[in-house]
């Protein structure tokens, strides 16, 4: 099995930076895929981005981008999820989630991820 837990949330001020951690571990040749999922309250959760592991770009979805971004550790076992220029609409639980590769999956899709951590919470307030 593959266990995934997140770290780094708290508060941070609007314009502020904050750096979130994935490790995953276990049967590790399952987590090429990671991914970054968030959760406002009383919302869907919705994805922020991805990491294809050696196989492919990174992707993000269009609130983020040019403000977070994904990076993977050498071993390719933890993501890293930088977020820069941070707005009080980024405040949500932040969930990293790891799956194997599959050409036909859709990794913007929570369902094509088995593996999941427990979230970490991200207030962006001043």
């Known amino acids: 099995q593959v266990q995934v837990v997140e770290s780094g949330g708290g508060l941070v001020p609007p314009g502020g930076s904050l750096r979130l951690s994935c490790a995953a571990s276990?049967?590790?040749?399952?987590?090429?895929?990671m991914g970054w999922f968030r959760q406002a309250s009383g919302k869907e959760r919705e994805f922020v981005g991805v990491s294809h592991w050696s196989i492919g770009p990174t992707i993000y979805a269009d609130s983020v981008k040019g403000r977070f971004t994904i990076s993977r550790d050498n071993s390719g076992n933890t993501a890293y999820l930088q977020m820069n220029s941070l707005k009080p609409e980024d405040t949500a639980v932040y969930y990293c989630?790891?799956?194997?590769?599959?050409?036909?999956?859709?990794?913007?899709?929570?369902?094509?991820?088995?593996?999941w951590g427990q979230g970490t919470q991200v207030t962006v307030s001043s």
């Open positions: 989630a790891a799956a194997p590769f599959k050409s036909s999956s859709n990794y913007r899709r929570e369902t094509e991820y088995p593996y």
């Open positions: 276990g049967r590790t040749f399952n987590t090429k895929i």
